[in-house]
């Protein structure tokens, strides 16, 4: 089974992409306005997208260099979905790695996140977006994350 994995070289130092991953206001610039953060390891961050809801024990902390999270909380509030907590289990994880001029490179994986689940594709355009808007919110310091006041996209599933 392939779970989802993308790869981004963002103009930013691993720091800031570091911090843009693991403080609240980092979080909210570019994945959700709506959460709460912890930071330290063992600690939880809760995501908020409307309706939907997931949430992640903090599971590694490398600065500038890996972050992993385990969801341990998750409801996908879609109809046609028959599972709506699919994510519990799985694993983020962002690795960081130098890519020379003030860059960084970013592997990002959501392992278990495979195909066969219901919302993978949902998920899939999701993570598409929330990558370009961390690579966006590193390199500018403006995202697109999703905001509460905004109706819930279907992207926002990721």
Known sequence: ??????TLTVAADPAVVYAALTTKAGLQGWWTQDCDVDTQVGGTIKFR?????????IEQLSPGQEVRW?????HIDMDRFQSKNEWVGTQ???????AGEGRTRLDFEHVGLVPSFECYDLC???WQHFMASLQHYVETGVGEP????EACPAS???
Do not use: D, E, I, S
Request: net charge positive.
């Open 156 to 158: 926002a599933a990721a």
């Open 70 to 74: 385990l969801c341990t909380v998750a």
């Open 92 to 98: 983020l994880l962002f690795r960081l790695a130098p």
């Open 146 to 149: 999703f905001r509460p006041t």
């Open 49 to 57: 997208f409307g309706a939907h809801y997931k949430h992640m024990r």
């Open 124 to 126: 899939q355009n999701g």
């Open 1 to 6: 089974m392939n779970h989802y994995q993308q």
